[in-house]
């Protein structure tokens, strides 16, 4: 029964980035990109980081994309403006990726892993395991983050401002 | 006590999901042209290391994977803010977001 | 009894002044060298010849202190250790050197004292003290070496000075020209100076003097190792001490200033050679086919360059024949194994050579730099010490007793008649040669009447103390210096003799023939060389005096006397069969081999950075899909080397 879920999730992640990749209007690939998050926090949760699978959706799904779409639109890009590479340059594209696949395949063939299968119950995944975690031994990164935050918007501000 | 519903997933299959989709990611990256899409393609990559790195930390039982996605997704909504405002602002002096027309790395 | 013949001296007491002989004319140096620009000209002068007087007071205390067969030995320090070869830096003391270093200190110092007044005003003042410190210092350190290694040190150093010095105005191209043929033919003749003490380190092992000596009395007479290694050591001597072919460069040396003629070219330098055979004499004495070439050279270089003497015009170049002339007796009594008479006479020749060539530099001193003795005449009345000096010089150097030249010169021709009696002819003949020119020279110059110009006539003055002081002391020697060297014929002890016995002995029992003579033959060949050398004087007196003849000009020489006055041509043959075809060939190098072989490859290697950096730079279009490409590319390679292989 979890195969079937995990082979239905991953099959719509990979169609949904595939049609990313591919597809010729960029608001499409906007919109085929969140149903790849949607997809990719459906893994998370059948690996019990429930957390994570919240904090996903609701960041990327629900702020970074729709930052993407506001500029597209703000852009005004659609399928007649958008630029091609030449054939030729988007087959050795597709090679070299392909390459690189093998590669990693190839290289991960004698790779021993720990486990093989999860463990009964895994509890690391819950919101209060991981609050704990983080404000314990990771508090540090954790307030660092904050500043990190207050450039970026900063910067933001900045760089965007129309210039009087 | 249900057993976890994934206990039948083995590992090796979460690591080849997770290449493909990195994979993907860096084709999309050398096939299209607008910079916007290409951003969008290296946040591609970047989920797929996040989705491996979960895998990883359910399996081996330490939270410090999850810990570690949670900062990534920090650092790449904070990436993609000051990439698209730079975008943005590229785009108001050049009138293009074409990576050709944006060629001067090199003097 | 104690058998005193080789006695070594470590006497702690007589090691000090031993250092302090060579390291006075090095400090000397070092100081008007470094600091000659902040002095005054005043100081530096009397600098340099304190510090030759303070060397000339350590020879004389040694001098007084060491016994006539000892020696001291001065081991600095172990130079070259390398498996079985161990060449270390000492020094020597033995009688021979202490003759040596009296003449170098002494004369050297009179020298100094002279040149401070006739180098005054000159805008190098400085500059040429400092290079006569140096020789001073070189020479010493050549004749004091215990070593082939040292003296060689010496050798080169010297002529390195003489180059300094002969070219020392070198705003004038004529004199840098002839300071560049003295250092080159002076190379010419060191290359075989190295390759004689390569053949000697290989055969023997060792460049020390006894080591060798000791080591080659095991070799046959005659060994072909042994001919090899002198006649190779004697193209060195000819080259420093200008013998045939190696002479040239002697009479265009006198483009320098006078008392750098004086002292290298008539006291010290060109006597390095005679020097380095007197020291070497056991190894030559067991090579008789060298003698035999060092005398026929000698004999053969006195004849020619006294022909040469007799038409020359200019008075320095007069005396620089001469002293080639001189040079070719004294390698004439090597050869035929009188080394004791040899060396002195090197000394005495020393005495009146340096007298002379310091009383002509007075004459032009006084003529305000004028040269040619056809615009001299006269001048006994107005520079009369001069005058008295350099007569006393040219009586000395025609042989006429009881003055130092007679009681050397009558030496070697008593040993030359008793040896080859074509060597005493051709030698007796020189002699009267050189009475004959040198006279011209002194009746042409200071009798008759003045045939410069009025302008000339009106400067003419005597020089000053400082310059007629050194010209009376070394008249003074030219007159008693023969005494040290009495022969037994008159009934005395021949000192001289004597005293470097120890070192010429070693030979002695290695000569074939008894070089003692019987005394009524040589009051004969004695007589027989004075009447001869007064009889030349005589015909000058006549030729010059009475009939008051002038040289003529250079225009109006034909026949043999042209031949004759250009110095038989030597100099432009050397220059047609030497110096042209190697210009011609240098030229084809530089052609053939620099221009298009050389050239060929570093141009090649430059256009092939350029090549790479053109192809290169077309990594870098700016496009950043491209380099993208170029990442993942990377990152494949990257990830097949490390996790594949």
């Given at each position: 029964m979890s195969q079937y879920l995990f082979f239905t999730l991953s099959f719509l992640t990979i169609i949904s980035a595939l049609y990313v990749v591919f597809s010729r209007n960029p608001m499409y690939s906007v919109l085929s990109l969140i149903v790849c998050f949607f997809t990719i926090a459906g893994h998370y949760i059948l690996l019990n980081a429930q957390f994570l699978a919240i904090v996903h959706i609701i960041v990327y799904a629900g702020a970074i994309m729709v930052l993407f779409l506001f500029t597209v639109m703000l852009l005004n890009l659609n399928k007649e403006t958008e630029p091609h590479k030449t054939n030729w340059v988007k087959v050795a594209a597709v090679i070299a990726a392909g390459m690189l696949f093998l590669t990693l395949i190839a290289s991960l063939k004698s790779t021993q892993l720990g486990t093989y299968h999860l463990p009964p119950r895994t509890t690391i995944g819950l919101v209060q395991n991981i609050g704990i975690k983080l404000f314990t031994d990771f508090l540090l990164p954790f307030e660092i983050s904050s500043i990190l935050f207050m450039s970026a918007m900063i910067g933001a501000v900045m760089l965007a401002k129309k210039e009087k | 006590m249900k057993e976890a519903a994934i206990n039948y997933v083995p590992q090796n299959w979460y690591l080849v999901l997770s290449t493909f989709l990195f994979c993907i990611g860096i084709m999309g990256v050398l096939f299209r042209r607008n910079a916007i899409i290409i951003m969008m393609c290296i946040e591609l990559m970047l989920n797929s290391v996040n989705l491996l790195l979960v895998a990883f930390s359910s399996y081996s039982g330490n939270s410090d994977g999850q810990v570690f996605v949670f900062f990534i997704m920090v650092v790449a909504a904070a990436e993609v803010a000051v990439g698209l405002a730079l975008l943005v602002s590229i785009y108001r002096n050049v009138m293009s977001t074409d990576i050709n027309v944006l060629n001067k790395l090199k003097w | 009894m104690v058998n005193v013949t080789d006695q070594i001296l470590k006497d702690s007491l007589l090691i000090t002044p031993g250092i302090l002989i060579p390291l006075f004319p090095l400090i000397g140096f070092l100081i008007n060298g470094l600091f000659g620009k902040y002095l005054p000209k005043s100081i530096t002068g009397w600098i340099a010849s304190i510090s030759v007087l303070a060397s000339f007071v350590c020879t004389f205390y040694i001098f007084t202190n060491l016994p006539s067969n000892g020696s001291l030995h001065i081991d600095l320090f172990n130079w070259i250790a390398y498996s079985n070869m161990n060449i270390g830096f000492g020094f020597l003391i033995d009688p021979l050197t202490l003759v040596m270093l009296l003449v170098i200190s002494g004369v050297g110092f009179l020298i100094h004292l002279y040149s401070i007044g006739y180098m005054h005003g000159d805008e190098g003042f400085t500059r040429f003290f400092t290079h006569l410190n140096l020789f001073i210092f070189f020479m010493m350190l050549l004749v004091m070496g215990s070593n082939y290694l040292v003296m060689f040190i010496g050798w080169e150093g010297v002529g390195l000075c003489s180059y300094l010095l002969i070219g020392f105005w070198f705003k004038n191209d004529a004199y840098n020209d002839a300071a560049k043929k003295a250092f080159i033919m002076n190379r010419i003749g060191d290359l075989g100076f190295l390759l004689g003490m390569f053949f000697m380190l290989f055969n023997f092992g060792s460049l020390d003097y006894a080591v060798v000596a000791q080591k080659a009395l095991?070799?046959?007479?005659?060994?072909s190792v042994l001919v090899a290694i002198t006649l190779l050591l004697f193209v060195g001597a000819t080259g420093k001490s200008a013998q045939?072919?190696?002479?040239?460069?002697l009479p265009d040396a006198m483009a320098g200033p006078t008392p750098v003629s004086a002292l290298i070219h008539a006291a010290t330098m060109v006597t390095a050679g005679i020097y380095m055979i007197v020291r070497s004499n056991v190894i030559y004495a067991l090579a008789p086919f060298t003698l035999e070439i060092v005398a026929i050279v000698g004999v053969a270089t006195c004849l020619f360059a006294a022909i040469i003497g007799l038409m020359q015009n200019d008075i320095k170049k007069v005396l620089a024949y001469s002293t080639v002339s001189q040079l070719g007796i004294m390698f004439a009594a090597l050869g035929i194994g009188a080394f004791s008479s040899g060396m002195f006479h090197l000394v005495t020749h020393a005495f009146f050579k340096a007298l002379l060539f310091l009383g002509s530099g007075s004459v032009i001193h006084a003529l305000h730099g004028e040269q040619d003795i056809r615009k001299m005449g006269g001048l006994r009345k107005y520079i009369k010490v001069t005058f008295v000096t350099f007569l006393i010089g040219a009586v000395a150097i025609s042989g006429i007793?009881?003055?130092?030249g007679f009681f050397s010169k009558d030496e070697i021709l008593s040993h030359a008649f008793e040896h080859n009696k074509i060597i005493w002819a051709i030698l007796s003949i020189s002699s009267m040669m050189t009475a004959f020119y040198m006279f011209r020279l002194v009746y042409l110059t200071f009798f008759n009447d003045f045939r410069g110009s009025e302008e000339t006539k009106k400067h003419i003055h005597e020089s000053s103390a400082i310059m007629t002081i050194p010209l009376i002391v070394l008249a003074a020697l030219s007159i008693i210096g023969g005494f040290i060297g009495m022969p037994s014929v008159f009934g005395f002890t021949h000192q001289f003799q004597l005293y470097i016995s120890s070192v010429t002995d070693a030979s002695k029992e290695l000569m074939k023939e008894n070089i003692e003579l019987n005394h009524s033959m040589e009051w004969v060949l004695i007589a027989t060389a004075v009447i001869a050398a007064i009889v030349s004087i005589l015909y000058a007196r006549f030729k010059y005096l009475t009939k008051k003849e002038q040289p003529s000009e250079d225009i109006a020489l034909a026949g043999l006397d042209k031949v004759v006055y250009n110095k038989f041509y030597v100099d432009e043959i050397y220059d047609s069969i030497i110096v042209k075809p190697l210009k011609v060939l240098s030229d084809l190098f530089l052609v053939?081999?620099?221009?298009l072989i050389i050239d060929l490859f570093v141009n090649a290697v430059a256009w092939f950075v350029g090549l790479f950096g053109r192809t290169l730079?077309?990594?870098?279009?700016?496009?950043t899909g491209f380099y993208v490409f170029a990442m993942v590319f990377g990152i494949i390679v990257l990830f097949v080397i490390r996790l594949l292989i």
């Open positions: - | - | 095991l070799l046959p007479v005659g060994s045939i072919p190696l002479y040239t460069w007793p009881p003055f130092a053939l081999v620099d221009k730079r077309l990594v870098q279009n700016g496009n």
